[in-house]
């Protein structure tokens, strides 16, 4: 199995709303992100696990909430989001969480979230 | 501070020609460089990667030359097909910083039939 799956493909949201998005792989990938994308922009990362351990959360507003409950899932917990936080939530995975070992991401095909 | 500068933003080519996009970076500490394609509503999804031990990498009709003098790489695509048309990204990490990489700001490349 080579994929990431994210689910769901899309989510329509409420300010006052409270939505998961969850994120599997089963590559026996030991480092995983969350990416924000906005259209005609690249990937803006936001949270790093590495290891099952938070690693990296580059300043992301606390209305954004990480969650890795094991090796193979990683969650977005949402919470009064702001309509622009209206954008497309990749997950990505890599090999390792640092030295020779780092490789290039294994995207899903992620999650358009609408804030409305 | 933007630390990997991409160009050109827009690039159109005739199927058959040679498409080629450029990505210059600043820390000299990044030592793996891959480049991403995104097709529109679909994940970007690694399509090469080198590592500054190489000056050129090549993939089918996808090719990286690496200049880590003049801290530049560039993706070439060969015999480029209308099936190639989307956004490419190129990217730049460290091995030991988690894995975070820093991306270009994209090419949106259309091949004309």
């Known amino acids: 199995d080579t994929e990431v799956t994210q689910t769901p493909k899309h989510l329509v949201m409420g300010m006052t709303n409270k939505k998961s998005l969850k994120c599997e792989q089963h590559m026996g990938h030991r480092a995983m992100y969350w990416y924000k994308q906005k259209a005609k922009k690249p990937p803006e990362l936001m949270f790093v696990y590495s290891y099952e351990k938070l690693s990296i959360n580059e300043s992301v507003p606390s209305r954004f909430s990480p969650e890795c409950p094991n090796s193979s899932l990683l969650n977005l917990h949402l919470h009064a989001l702001q309509p622009e936080d209206s954008a497309l939530y990749l997950c990505?995975?890599?090999?390792?969480?640092?030295?020779?070992?780092?490789?290039?991401?294994?995207f899903g095909s992620g999650t358009r979230l609408t804030v409305v | 501070q933007q630390q990997v500068k991409q160009s050109p933003q827009s690039l159109i080519v005739q199927k058959g020609g040679i498409s080629i996009i450029n990505c210059a970076y600043e820390?000299?500490?990044?030592?793996?460089f891959p480049w991403y394609q995104q097709f529109p509503g679909k994940g970007p999804a690694l399509l090469i990667a080198?590592?500054?031990?190489?000056s050129e990498k090549k993939e089918g009709r996808f090719t990286i030359s690496f200049n880590k003098s003049a801290k530049q790489f560039s993706l070439h695509i060969m015999d480029s097909q209308p099936g190639d048309s989307a956004t490419y990204f190129c990217?730049?990490?460290?091995?030991?910083?988690?894995?975070?990489?820093?991306f270009g700001d994209g090419t949106t490349l259309t091949v004309k039939p």
């Open positions: 990505a995975s890599s090999p390792g969480g640092g030295g020779r070992g780092v490789n290039g991401y294994t």
């Open positions: 820390n000299t500490a990044f030592d793996y």
């Open positions: 990217a730049a990490s460290r091995d030991t910083n988690a894995g975070k990489s820093t």
């Open positions: 080198i590592r500054p031990d190489v």
